[in-house]
Structure formats: structure tokens, C-alpha cells
């Protein structure tokens, strides 16, 4: 199933204006305005979530989809999750040298954000 959010739009348009700080920041609103499901380590329990970090080459980063079939295209297989506001999620992680790894590998705003 193929389909496009608003995650995917603002992305195209930060894409074909880099120098364009109005894209961007669109970009980054429509991110932290947006339920994303971030992938856990293990069920979430007493309110704590403990998200599965991936280290690459670019550093360290929390997996997050915009879309619940999203992130089932990428785990390919039933995997603990949480639904999290893109803000509260990056007020989590902030000062932990964690960054989110959006849509990675199932769609064209699969992006990097350290």
C-alpha cells in the first residue's frame, strides 16, 4: 500500500528548496505535530518506554514511523511500539545524543534528524 502523508509533502518541498528556511521549518513543524510510532526494546511498562537504538556510521538513533504500516513494513513482524507526539518524543531525547531515524527504508521522506 502506497501513500502519501504530510510528513511525505513537506519533505518534497524541503527537498526541492534546500535553501528555503520556510520548507524546512515546515518540515520540522509537520514532524514534531505528528503521532509517530517509535520502536521499543520491550513492551512499555509504568509508563517508561525504552526505545531500540540503532549506531551507525552517522551516530546514534531511535527508529520512528509516521504510520503504523509504515513501521510494520520496516519490522516485518509484530514488534512492541509506542505512539508518541514528535515533540514530546524528541523532548525525551534530547541531551541523550539520540536522534530519529524517520521512515527509514519504506518512504521518500526517509530522513536522519540527529
Known sequence: MTFETQIDTAHAA???APEDAGSRM?????VADAELFVLLTEEAADA?????????????FALVFDSEDRMAEFAGEAVP???????????LLVG???????NLDVAPSAILLP
Open 14 to 16: 524541503m527537498e526541492a
Open 26 to 30: 515546515g518540515f520540522y513543524r509537520r
Open 48 to 60: 517508561t518506554i525504552r526505545p531500540h537504538i540503532f549506531d551507525v556510521s552517522d551516530g546514534r
Open 81 to 91: 511500539y509506542a505512539a508518541l507526539p514528535g515533540r514530546v518524543l524528541a523532548g
Open 96 to 102: 541523550e545524543g539520540i536522534g530519529l531515524g524517520l
